[in-house]
């Protein structure tokens, strides 16, 4: 199965990015989200479609409708300029990424 | 706290082999799954499969089956990723991660990744 994703998507400081990803499996199954920068690991900043981890701020928030999961980050600053990719699993534990979106902080 | 430790980068001529170790530590090694996830220059990341360390069982990604082996040594809480055959296209950072509990999809703790490069 497939996860799709805007290749990007841009922001002016202290607003607000919406990120979504869209796929069939996604009404069954949960979505996470992971940020990636170059030269680094990716972060997981979402799982179980809501939860944030310990260490991610509140402004970094998940949400889901049907087949469609979207990561929000409020107020977003500078250092928020990365790739974000959303991640799910289909019941036999095969793993698939979406393509990952660009989030450029103009 | 969970470290996943990777091993150094490594260069390699087409149809050569690669192993790749991930040492694992702050956490009981056998109650966790282990995955390799890969990202090529430019392209996006992609998931190659997992092993569970406690009994050695895997699963691969389709397009990689018959070329790659995860593999364990219990003793020193370590798992290996060996990819053969390697082509151009497999030049890319790999990393291993595990997930935040037991049976959970997701990827909480990662290596610090490990670049792999395929040239003649």
């Known amino acids: 199965y497939e996860l799709t994703q805007a290749p990007s998507v841009s922001v002016s400081p202290g607003q607000t990015a919406r990120i979504a990803c869209s796929g069939d499996?996604?009404?069954?199954?949960?979505a996470y989200w992971y940020q990636k920068k170059v030269g680094q690991a990716p972060v997981l900043l979402i799982y179980?479609?809501?939860e944030r981890p310990s260490g991610i701020p509140e402004r970094v928030t998940g949400s889901s409708s049907g087949t469609t999961v979207t990561l929000t980050i409020d107020g977003v600053q500078a250092e928020d300029e990365a790739d974000y990719y959303c991640?799910?699993?289909?019941?036999?534990?095969?793993?698939?990424f979406g393509g990952g979106t660009k989030l450029t902080v103009l | 706290q969970v470290h996943l430790v990777q091993s150094g980068a490594e260069v390699k001529k087409p149809g050569a082999s690669v192993k790749v170790s991930c040492k694992a530590s702050?956490?009981?090694?056998?109650?966790?799954?282990i995955h390799w996830v890969r990202q090529a220059t430019g392209q996006g990341l992609e998931w190659m499969g997992w092993?569970?360390?406690?009994?050695?069982?895997?699963g691969y990604v389709q397009k990689l089956q018959g070329r790659v082996t995860m593999t364990r040594n219990t003793s020193i809480s370590t798992a290996f990723m060996e990819l053969s055959n390697l082509r151009a296209d497999d030049t890319a950072i790999y990393y291993c991660?595990?997930?935040?509990?037991?049976?959970?999809?997701?990827?909480?703790?990662w290596g610090q990744g490990t670049l792999v490069t395929v040239s003649s």
């Open positions: 991660a595990r997930p935040q509990d037991f049976g959970d999809n997701d990827f909480a703790y």
């Open positions: 702050g956490y009981t090694f056998n109650s966790y799954d």
């Open positions: 092993m569970n360390p406690r009994n050695g069982n895997t």
């Open positions: 499996a996604l009404a069954k199954q949960y």
């Open positions: 179980k479609d809501t």
């Open positions: 991640q799910s699993a289909d019941s036999s534990g095969t793993v698939v």
